[in-house]
Structure formats: structure tokens, C-alpha cells
T-cell receptor, first 113, second 114 residues
Framework: DGGITQSPKYLFRKEGQNVTLSCEQNLNHDAMYWYRQDPGQGLRLIYYSQIVNDFQKGDIAEGYSVSREKKESFPLTVTSAQKNPTAFYLC????WGTGQPQHFGDGTRLSIL | AQSVTQPDIHITVSEGASLELRCNYSYGATPYLFWYVQSPGQGLQLLLKYFSGDTLVQGIKGFEAEFKRSQSSFNLRKPSVHWSDAAEYFCAVGASNYGQNFVFGPGTRLSVLP
């Protein structure tokens, strides 16, 4: 079945360490997104990519970086510059075009050791 | 810029009772509207979507939503709630320009009493 795979499901980061969250999709979607979810705050957009080798900052990009070298993959790196990284991270993808619904992975929960 | 409000942070209903979750949006043009459901520790699942046409849209799991342009609302309803419906519900709006991202509401947590 087609879908979005996020790994790992749980991740722990030490102070000063960069960590990378994986997101892979086999839906043949052009667009991919990363969201951060904190309790009571809904979803906030970190980065999005509409095409390979191109991506744009969302509302809370500081302390994060992404790459889009393949259509299927959109990894997110949480850098040491992100001072409050503890959150639930969701990856999504959508087809190209207006109003296309986004499809979500099952998320990665990042915690600080 | 578009925005979404969900006035109810937490709603509790009894199993078998009817349900209505409120969603209000702010957007200058015709919006694309969505409802998603999220179980604890999981991703979001699309329940239904409105693009145009009939203002009453049917979704999965027995849910429906009605678009009311005059009230800028897109409320989610279910005639009889099941215990398995307990989850977080998010309303989202997408703009009509090409490649637009979504704006999500803060979510409404639904609890179901046996």
C-alpha cells in the first residue's frame, strides 16, 4: 500500500547534537511538508518542498534544516541551534495543485536527554 | 492570510449522542476546507474535504460537514458517536493559489463517555 513512512518513531537528542528524522513516501507526490506539533498548539509548518532540489521555510524554520534530493525523501535535521526541540514531528505529502489534501505519516517523537 | 479557529478545546459526549465540532475560518477567497482526525501518538487521517459544489459533504467513519459561507464555518457532525471516535480533530484551510500550504486550527479533543 502507498503511504508515508517516518522513522524512527522515538528519538532522543543530547545537548549540542544534531539529529535527523527520516520521511519517505511512495505516493508519487511532488510536495512534502514537515510540521511540529506541541500540546494545545496544533500543527506548525517548519519546511515544505514543492519539487526536488527546492524547499521553502515555513513559520518556524529556525534551528531546522532539510534536503530534497529525491522525490520520495524529505529528511529533517534538528540542529543544536533549536533550543526547544522536544515535540512530535509530522511529515506529510500531497499531489501538485490547488487544494490537494495532505497525507500524513505516523510521526516521530523527539525528546532531550 | 488565512486562519482557522476551533472554539472548543475539549468536548465530552456520551456514546450514542450526536456530535458537532465547530470550525471557523478567515480567508478572502473560496477556501479549500478539510477535517482531519488524530489518535494519540499517530498521524493525521483525512476525514473529509470541501472544494466546491454541494455544501454538505460526507466523509469516512460516518462524519459529515457543512460549509456555510455566510458564517465562515465548516462544522463537523456525526449523528451517533462511538467510543472509538475519541481523538483529536483538526480543521484546516488551504488557499486557492497554486501550491498553497494548509493552515490548521488548534484542534478539539473529543472524549466519549460509555
Amino acid at each position: 500500500d502507498g503511504g508515508i513512512t517516518q522513522s524512527p518513531k522515538y528519538l532522543f537528542r543530547k545537548e549540542g547534537q544534531n539529529v535527523t528524522l527520516s520521511c519517505e513516501q511512495n505516493l508519487n507526490h511532488d510536495a512534502m511538508y514537515w510540521y511540529r506539533q506541541d500540546p494545545g498548539q496544533g500543527l506548525r509548518l517548519i519546511y515544505y518542498s514543492q519539487i526536488v532540489n527546492d524547499f521553502q521555510k515555513g513559520d518556524i524554520a529556525e534551528g531546522y534544516s532539510v534536503s530534497r534530493e529525491k522525490k520520495e525523501s524529505f529528511p529533517l535535521t534538528v540542529t543544536s541551534a533549536q533550543k526547544n526541540p522536544t515535540a512530535f514531528y509530522l511529515c506529510a505529502s500531497s499531489a501538485w495543485g490547488t487544494g490537494q489534501p495532505q497525507h500524513f505519516g505516523d510521526g516521530t517523537r523527539l525528546s532531550i536527554l | 492570510a488565512q486562519s482557522v479557529t476551533q472554539p472548543d478545546i475539549h468536548i465530552t459526549v456520551s456514546e450514542g449522542a450526536s456530535l458537532e465540532l465547530r470550525c471557523n475560518y478567515s480567508y478572502g477567497a473560496t477556501p479549500y476546507l478539510f477535517w482531519y482526525v488524530q489518535s494519540p501518538g499517530q498521524g493525521l487521517q483525512l476525514l473529509l474535504k470541501y472544494f466546491s459544489g454541494d455544501t454538505l459533504v460526507q466523509g469516512i467513519k460516518g462524519f459529515e460537514a457543512e460549509f456555510k459561507r455566510s458564517q465562515s464555518s465548516f462544522n463537523l457532525r456525526k449523528p451517533s458517536v462511538h467510543w472509538s471516535d475519541a481523538a483529536e480533530y483538526f480543521c484546516a484551510v488551504g488557499a486557492s493559489n497554486y501550491g498553497q500550504n494548509f493552515v490548521f486550527g488548534p484542534g478539539t479533543r473529543l472524549s466519549v463517555l460509555p
